[in-house]
């Protein structure tokens, strides 16, 4: 038997000494050692130091935004859906918003009835415009020039989200300063007439500011590499000074002020070619790697998910909710436009968006696919990830695109029509006819031009969030919709507050026609 | 990493120095080298159990029972008759107010325990991980996940990576005894890590004597649960009624393609999924044990090998652990001890299609369920076998220690460390996501060195008066770090890992060739610096008084308010010799009382900055979107939260009276505690004006209330050497959670589908009251005042719309009129256990129950809401194999319109609020001592004892929950029907001692 005893074991009381005396000695206490700096956030001290923070803080104002009308596919509930051309199959959240049903209780419409998001933009934005003194102060590679486009960008984000919020929710409080302590201070709504006017005046003052190009050698406002990256790189990404005056012709739009409106598209018609934007054609319209895809000067204000940079995401696009097969593997779209009102917005054949081959008989895929179908697919927006084709793996990289030449120019054509301007709109709006094929507009005693510029946007920036505002707009011209105008008067145009925004905040009541 | 290294290197040189002891010569002395159990660390009172033969385990046993009653040692012996592989399912139902609810039968899967209640409302997942005890292993305080890796998830059904339960890595056979440590005093003399309870394991140890070896090993199976499987005819007539009452034409143009074609025989064919899905499975363990060496130095070696089962899914863990221990005694007056466990897990995981989609945060087309037919499931499993999914978590720690003994002063010093490290490999092939295949790498770690040293010092004043004052100081640092990458869309199904550019000369060198990768890294450090200075006074054998100061430092606070200093009392008052001298029915009756403050410390790393900045760019959807045109961007935390200066360090106060006595030479012993525990100053995720832009901001301020009663009673009822005796112990714990108040004085919040007020429960449902269902319109009520129908948040209510309550009588049916209702934890929980012997025969068997609380049935709901949760197609609307089966015990819901926009089967409302509680006998062993069984004796052999035993687990389960398990409920009381069945095992096992 093996026996593991032994009895005469001791040991060195030196050893034994020395030992206990190391492991006293490891035992090293020390209060430095308690200051751990987190690997996971920046504290304040040291922020605001170095123009990484600057970019970092405008970088972030922007994926705010991005944020702010991605989530939930909002972009397009707010503008493109609500009481649209489409129609839901199965969901019946979604039903009850194409349908104008806005208080249902879904969380869907909880969720999309925030204004949260956009707050934290206007936030954003308030603390890089108080805080990036503090950078040029101390930073000797930010410039002034550098110093003053960041701040005019933010606030034409700021400005620009309280133009989006209006249009969705009325009055909301205006909050122009950060108030960055960790006090929230209650505040009731500003009337939505002192919002715009407060948008407008700091859109104005940004736009003096903000180049043309970012990036690019020889620019007058901003020479040279913007943040260590060319004109390439900023294509599309940032707000320009016609970016600026979109929104403020819009603002103008909005409150049927419609001679501001044109001035604002007046300047932009005449200086989109020193931004490098052009019209679209059909092809860069709507395949899967065009403007929607990746960057492009075309793009006056848009929000990107640039597969490049690995932002492709799955929500935020409105291809999750209206492709379907052949595109992609899914079924059935959750959306979609039935086949009597693609026919009766698409009148000509000839359009290179929709329309039958005479002689075919076939359809042209370029807005619509599977129209034989019982459900035909939007397919219009369709960039899967970086622009490919294939539908097995539903991510998509389309950009937001929040307004482009021709939409502007529609506009301009809208303001113009309004104003009396006849000719000059009817150019506009032949300008975008013909370069989607469709018969030039002639004037006549008995054409309603207002009505054939409407229908011009309808077809135009389907599925680009405008069709709502676009009927708001078209009914506050024409007032001849009785039940539509009704909603206007009764402020019905705009959406419930969610609950969570009311209960955290006891200044603010329920838009009136949801309570 | 390198530091990493560093560190464990210095741990193993530390102990190669400790080699020469065991091979120097010198004198043998009768001193016994001791093992480092909780005693020696914490109990002043030296006398205690510290040196008795720890291994001798029916004597600690009574002694323990002498001490501090019956109420939280668990009764190892009996605990290792069953298979239970972790800490958590061990301690189940044992214990006077620790609640441990497997949620479900997957084995190896992460686990919670609750001591003494909930000390703060549970919004997500991690507030449950701040509410773990900590757990010592031979004083090692064990390192836990950390709730960070939440922060990237879509989904947090699954932490990523192995998500293995870390407390399933010890073996039970090598445990002599687990503690439970619920008074004040004791928990303050661990500190800040213990602020949440503390369970205390003790291996067995070394000891001298002849060389010991001890062999355990069961085998046996789980047995697969019987279902009545359903094909798409009973979903059909389930939903009939609903069509036939509610549906407009196009909503019948609608009906599912899966349900429309009877002739399609994957659906409306045999559903005989359940042969390949639930499965009788064999489980087994062995492990070995051998003890030896001198009484100046011995050893002990455990090792054990362990495959333990679910009875579905294919799920499994393999387990294999080994222990090493040396304790030493250089000269009479020093002790070192050391100890390094090791220890894997290797997980075989359920093939959930909910589990699979969340980890690759992808939804495919959901239009077309998997069918129930077995042919097309068995299709599916063998894409499964092209998948790679290695769970694997491997655990090393360990510590070493010197003890002076010089007779009036002692010191002790200690080192620890615990180190585990998850990796998780994930393949699936393109044919089981539309096409597109999927890889990710998961590799993460947690690790934790701690320093204590202190000192003792007994001073006698005569023979009435005893003083014994206790100094320390202790260093402890944590490290929770891992990487992720996540990639989709690979070449093909053959290439199953990251292809990145070999080429150095390439641009893209190191990058992806054929997949679309996403890379995730995190890492967060917290460091806690402790002295504490303890007095204890104790007059004759009457009284005893305990006084305790610590001041605690962690990293984790605010500079400002690093430092918490924190009291803590006892007293002890033994009745029996004060006046019960002489009783002989008495053996001990003592009361006692002990208060104590403890901080604890912020999990987070986030609170220490104050305001900060984050990234945090990405939305509900995509969290993990990284930066705007490739250009990183930083912002205020918007939405997880503004955090302020001032936050100071979150507080429990915790109060125990406990009376105990034995009776009767120790067969009766009974103990009561009454305990109150205010869990303080805690912070709370508010919400604010959000025209901030934030969600919420922290504030601190919240604080729970837990009072409660914990009895234990344990006899021996019957008692005879060789005929029957029957011992019998019962626990009972009653409790009871309040919030005491809420930050800024508030008196009521609602936080998401929850609301806290003031002086009310925090694990109550906020719900609506239905009452029924409008067969009409002209049933809805009608405002008087501006006659309009009653509405649902604008709404009006119409025909096949529930009838809820209107609580405020606005004819407005919102937020204002739900109520509290109903708590999710158990207001009653306990266990009986009963010990039979008759001659070498055993039999024990052991009850558990669970009683007060309630569950809301989303399994059920969401079977109802057929309408919105198909349409969804989210995460919400996979159907899994296993929702092909009937549920005997469902209720008959009314049958509502489900396409109305009211979402009439929504799930935040008392139709669906069930009674959870239940009675489960979990355990029922018998056993044979074959140690004087003739044959062993002729062989004239060397063992010592031999014992055969037969268990059978999770028999019966008692309860009126109609959903599988009462058990099987969420930490947040939602039952979804996702829990894996808790099998019934039985197992055949032999106990050998040589």
Redesign the interface.
Same mark, same amino acid.
């Given at each position: 038997?093996?026996?593991?005893?032994?009895?005469?074991?001791?040991?060195?009381?030196t050893?034994?000494m020395l030992?206990?005396v190391?492991?006293?000695c490891?035992?090293?206490?020390c209060?430095k050692?308690?200051?751990? *700096?987190?690997?996971?956030? &920046? =504290?304040?001290d040291g922020?605001w130091t170095s123009l990484q923070?600057t970019?970092?803080?405008l970088?972030?104002?922007?994926?705010?935004m991005?944020?702010a009308l991605?989530?939930?596919n909002a972009h397009w509930l707010w503008g493109e859906f609500r009481q649209g051309d489409f129609a839901a199959?199965?969901?019946?959240?979604l039903?009850?918003i194409v349908n104008g049903?806005l208080?249902?209780?879904?969380p869907l419409l909880q969720?999309i009835t925030?204004?949260?998001?956009f707050?934290?933009?206007?936030?954003?934005a308030s603390?890089l415009i108080e805080r990036a003194p503090e950078v040029l102060a101390v930073d000797k590679r930010y410039t002034e020039v550098n110093y003053k486009v960041d701040v005019a960008q933010a606030r034409a984000l700021r400005a620009f989200a309280y133009f989006y919020m209006v249009r969705i929710w009325g009055d909301v409080?205006l909050?122009t300063s950060?108030?960055? *302590?960790?006090s929230?201070? &209650? =505040?009731a709504r500003t009337d939505q007439a002192k919002v715009l006017v407060y948008a407008e005046s700091e859109l104005v003052a940004a736009a003096k500011d903000l180049p043309y190009v970012y990036g690019a050698e020889g620019n007058d406002l901003l020479p040279g590499l913007y943040?260590g990256?060319d004109a390439d790189?900023?294509r599309g990404?940032l707000f320009t000074k016609i970016s600026a005056y979109a929104v403020l012709a819009h603002i103008a739009a909005w409150q049927s002020h419609y001679i501001d409106a044109a001035v604002y598209t007046d300047f932009i018609m005449k200086n989109y070619a020193k931004a490098n934007i052009a019209y679209s054609t059909i092809t860069e319209l709507t395949s899967s790697d065009g403007i929607f895809n990746g960057?492009s000067n075309n793009q006056i204000i848009c929000f990107?998910f640039?597969d490049?940079?690995?932002?492709?995401?799955?929500?935020?696009h409105i291809e999750q909710l209206v492709l379907a097969a052949p595109l992609?593997?899914?079924?059935?779209p959750?959306l979609y436009v039935p086949k009597d009102t693609i026919a009766s917005a698409f009148t000509d054949p000839n359009d290179q968006r929709f329309g039958l081959d005479t002689i075919s008989g076939l359809s042209r895929t370029n807005y619509f696919v599977n129209y034989s179908g019982e459900t035909p697919v939007f397919s219009k927006i369709k960039v899967l990830?970086g622009g490919s084709t294939?539908g097995?793996?539903?991510?998509y990289s389309s950009n937001i695109i929040f307004t482009r030449l021709e939409e502007l120019a529609l506009l301009r054509a809208e303001s113009l029509a309004v104003l009396g301007q006849r000719q000059d709109a009817i150019s506009l709006l032949n300008v975008i006819r013909k370069s989607r094929g469709v018969a030039t507009f002639s004037d006549g005693p008995d054409k309603d031009l207002i009505k054939e510029i409407f229908d011009e946007r309808r077809r135009e920036l389907m599925g680009e969030a405008w069709r709502w505002y676009d009927q708001v707009r078209y009914n506050k011209i024409k007032g001849n919709n009785t039940a539509f105008n009704d909603l206007i008067n009764r402020k019905g145009i705009y959406w419930?507050i969610a609950?969570?925004?009311l209960?955290?905040?006891n200044q603010l009541t329920q838009n009136s026609y949801?309570? | 990493m390198r530091m990493k290294m560093n560190r464990i290197s210095t741990a193993v040189i530390y102990m190669a120095l400790l080699l020469p002891f065991g091979v120097a010569r010198g004198y043998a002395v009768t001193y016994k080298a001791a093992a480092f159990n909780y005693h020696t660390c914490f109990w002043q009172d030296t006398t205690d159990t510290a040196k008795k033969k720890a291994d001798t385990l029916i004597s600690v046993k009574i002694r323990r029972a002498l001490v501090k009653g019956l109420k939280d040692s668990l009764n190892m012996e009996i605990s290792k008759l069953s298979p239970n592989l972790s800490l958590q399912q061990m301690l189940k139902g044992n214990i006077p107010g620790l609640y441990v609810q497997e949620t479900t039968g997957e084995p190896g899967t992460e686990q919670s325990m609750i001591i003494r209640g909930l000390s703060s409302p549970l919004f997500s997942k991690n507030d449950i991980y701040n509410q773990q005890p900590a757990v010592y292993l031979n004083g090692i305080p064990l390192i836990q996940e950390s709730s960070f890796v939440y922060d990237i998830q879509k989904y947090n059904f699954n932490r990523i990576g192995p998500a293995t339960n870390l407390l399933a890595g010890i073996d039970a056979s090598n445990i002599n005894s687990i503690e439970v440590i619920k008074d004040p005093l004791e928990l303050a003399k661990l500190g800040p890590n213990a602020a949440n309870g503390a369970i205390w394991i003790t291996t067995k140890v070394a000891k001298s004597g002849v060389r010991q070896l001890n062999v355990n090993s069961y085998f046996g199976f789980v047995q697969a649960s019987r279902v009545n499987t359903t094909n798409a005819e009973y979903e059909n007539l389930f939903r009939k009624p609903f069509y036939q009452k509610y549906a407009t034409e196009s909503d019948y143009l609608n009906y599912p393609g899966y349900l429309r074609d009877s002739t399609n025989t994957d659906y409306y064919g045999p559903a005989r999924w359940n042969d390949l899905y639930y499965q009788n499975t064999p489980i087994h363990s062995i492990d070995l044990g051998l003890t030896g060496g001198s009484d100046r130095a011995n050893f002990r070696f455990f090792g054990s090998a362990t495959t333990n089962a679910g009875n579905a899914d294919n799920t499994a863990l393999n387990r294999y652990t080994a222990s090493f221990q040396i304790n030493m005694l250089p000269f009479s007056w020093l002790t070192i001890s050391s100890m390094v466990n090791a220890n894997r897990m290797d997980r075989d995981r359920n093939r959930n299609l909910r589990d699979r989609f969340a980890e690759t945060r992808y939804i495919p087309d959901l239009y077309n369920p998997l069918p129930p037919s077995a042919t097309t499931y068995q299709a599916l499993l063998n894409e499964y076998d092209k998948n790679i999914d290695n769970n694997r978590t491997t655990v090393v720690n360990g510590y070493l220690s010197l003890g002076v003994d010089l007779k009036k002063v002692k010191i002790l010093s200690n080192l620890s460390f615990d180190y585990n490290q998850g990796t998780r490999d994930v393949f699936y092939p393109s044919t089981l996501m539309e096409g597109n295949n999927y890889v990710s790498n998961y590799l993460g770690y947690n690790q934790r060195f701690k320093i204590d040293n202190s000192i003792n010092y007994t001073k006698e004043l005569g023979k009435d008066h005893k003083f014994v004052f206790a100094a320390g100081q202790s260093y402890q640092t944590d490290v929770h770090k891992y990487n992720y990458a996540n990639a989709y869309n690979g070449p093909n199904d053959f290439i199953k890992i990251n292809v990145v550019q070999g080429n150095t000369d390439s641009a893209n060198y190191l990058k992806p060739v054929a997949y679309l990768v996403y890379r995730y890294i995190d890492k967060e450090q917290a460091r806690l610096f402790s002295v504490y200075g303890s007095a204890r006074y104790a007059y004759k054998d009457l009284l005893s008084f305990t006084a305790l100061v610590r001041d605690d430092a962690s990293s984790n606070a605010q500079p400002g308010s690093r430092w918490f200093i924190s009291p803590a009392f006892s007293g002890q008052w033994n009745l029996k010799n004060q006046f019960l001298k002489n009783s002989n029915l008495f053996d001990d009756l003592s009361f006692n009382a002990s208060w104590s403050r403890i901080g604890k410390p912020f999990t987070d790393d986030r609170f220490a900055a104050g305001p900060q900045y984050r990234v945090e760019i990405g939305w509900d959807a995509e969290p993990t979107i990284p930066g705007y045109n490739g250009v990183a961007a930083v912002s205020r935390p918007y939405t997880s939260g503004w955090v302020g200066y001032n936050l100071k360090w979150t507080y429990t106060d915790q109060l125990n009276l406990g009376l105990n006595t034995s009776l009767l030479q120790g067969r009766l012993n009974a103990s009561a505690t009454f305990y109150i525990k205010d869990d303080k100053r805690m912070l709370l995720n508010i919400p604010v004006p959000q025209e901030y832009g934030y969600t919420s901001s922290y504030a601190s301020g919240m604080a729970v209330r837990n009072t409660g009663v914990e009895l234990g009673l344990a006899g021996t009822i019957l008692k005879s050497s060789a005929g029957l005796s029957w011992t019998s112990g019962i626990n009972l714990n009653f409790n009871r959670n309040k919030l005491t108040a809420l930050p800024n004085g508030l008196d009521q919040l609602v936080i998401g589908d929850m609301k806290l007020k003031v002086g009310q429960p925090i694990d109550q449902f906020f719900i609506y009251q239905n009452q029924g269902i409008y067969n009409a319109d002209s049933e809805v009520p009608v405002n008087p005042a501006n006659s309009k129908r009653l509405s649902f948040e604008g709404t009006p209510l119409k025909a096949g719309d529930p009838k809820w309550k209107d609580v405020n009588g606005d004819y407005v049916i919102d937020e204002n009129d739900k109520v509290l209702k109903g708590n999710a934890m158990p207001k009653l929980t306990g266990g009986w256990s009963n010990d039979f012997h008759y001659g070498n025969f055993d039999l024990n068997f052991n009850i558990i129950f669970a009683v007060g609380q309630k569950a809301l049935n989303q399994s059920a709901a969401s079977q109802y809401d057929f309408i919105n949760r198909e349409s969804g197609n989210d995460i919400n609307s996979i159907k899994e194999i296993f929702s092909w089966q009937q549920n005997p015990k469902a209720i008959q819901y009314p049958i509502y319109n489900p396409w109305s926009s009211v979402v009439p089967y929504r799930l935040d409302q008392d139709l669906f609020l069930e009674n959870a509680s239940y009675a489960k006998l979990r355990t029922v062993s018998v056993g044979y001592d074959l140690t004087r069984a003739g044959f062993i004796k002729k062989m004239k052999s060397s063992i010592k004892r031999a014992y055969i035993y037969v268990t059978a687990n999770n028999l019966v389960t008692v309860t009126s929950f109609t959903g599988s398990d009462p058990e099987l409920i969420d930490y947040n009381g939602i039952y979804n029907g996702y829990g894996m069945a808790i099998p019934r095992t039985y197992i055949l096992g032999i106990k050998l001692d040589l």
């Open positions: 038997m093996i026996s593991f005893i032994n009895r005469h074991i001791s040991a060195n009381k050893i034994g030992l206990l190391a492991a006293l490891l035992n090293v206490s209060k050692s308690l200051d751990v *700096d987190s690997t996971r956030l &920046a =504290k304040e922020h923070d970019r970092s803080g970088m972030a104002t922007y994926g705010l991005r944020a991605a989530d939930n199959t199965n969901r019946s959240d039903k009850a049903d208080n249902a209780s879904f969720d925030s204004w949260r998001a707050y934290a933009v206007i936030n954003n603390l409080p909050i950060s108030h960055d *302590d960790g929230f201070q &209650a =505040k943040y990256y790189r900023w990404a960057a990107g640039n490049l940079y690995g932002e492709s995401t799955t929500n935020g992609i593997t899914k079924q059935t959750d990830r294939n097995n793996f539903a991510v419930p609950t969570d925004v209960n955290a905040n949801w309570k | -």
